[in-house]
């Protein structure tokens, strides 16, 4: 049973240091592991905009960097009243290491859980060379 309250807790306070001096939208991301571990990811913007790392892709390469490779549900924040959604680049990048669930809160912790598969409908996800 995942613990949504407490992951978007993290979440909310990763999101603190954000990197965001285009935007100016601070968001936060904390990722569930299978063995508990918790690692969180901000959104760190660079001034050729297409450089800008969103928070969740943040979250999951530190995890898949320090060894990780199964988890269990991502939560993102942002400063919004409105739930945040991730963009088409992370919903790929979900479904490349199955994380399973998507925690989208706002920033009063009002949220809703998606599956990935939900997000992102008939990811490509393999080919035959
Ligand atoms: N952003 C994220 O970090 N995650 C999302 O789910 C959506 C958008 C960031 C990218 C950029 O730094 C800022 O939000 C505005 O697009």
């Given amino acids: 049973m995942v613990d949504y309250a407490n992951l978007i807790d993290k979440a909310l ?3 603190k240091h954000a990197y965001v001096p285009y935007s ?10 299978d063995d508990g571990t918790i690692f969180t990811g901000v959104n760190i ?12 892709r943040t979250a999951i390469f530190k995890a898949v960097s ?8 991502i939560a993102v924040v942002s ?4 739930l945040i959604y991730p963009c088409g680049i992370c919903r790929q ?3 490349e290491f199955m994380v399973p669930l998507v925690v989208v809160s706002n920033q009063s ?8 598969d939900t997000l992102l409908p ?8």
């Fill in 109 to 116: 912790g009002d949220y809703k859980v998606y599956s990935t």
């Fill in 24 to 33: 100016n939208l601070h968001v936060g991301a904390a990722l569930l592991c």
């Fill in 93 to 95: 990048v979900l479904a």
């Fill in 122 to 129: 008939n990811a490509f996800t393999d080919f035959d060379s």
């Fill in 66 to 73: 320090e060894g990780k490779r199964n988890f269990l549900a």
């Fill in 13 to 15: 306070q990763a999101k």
């Fill in 79 to 82: 400063d919004m009243d409105r």
């Fill in 45 to 56: 913007e660079n001034v050729s905009y297409g450089a800008t790392n969103c928070a969740e």
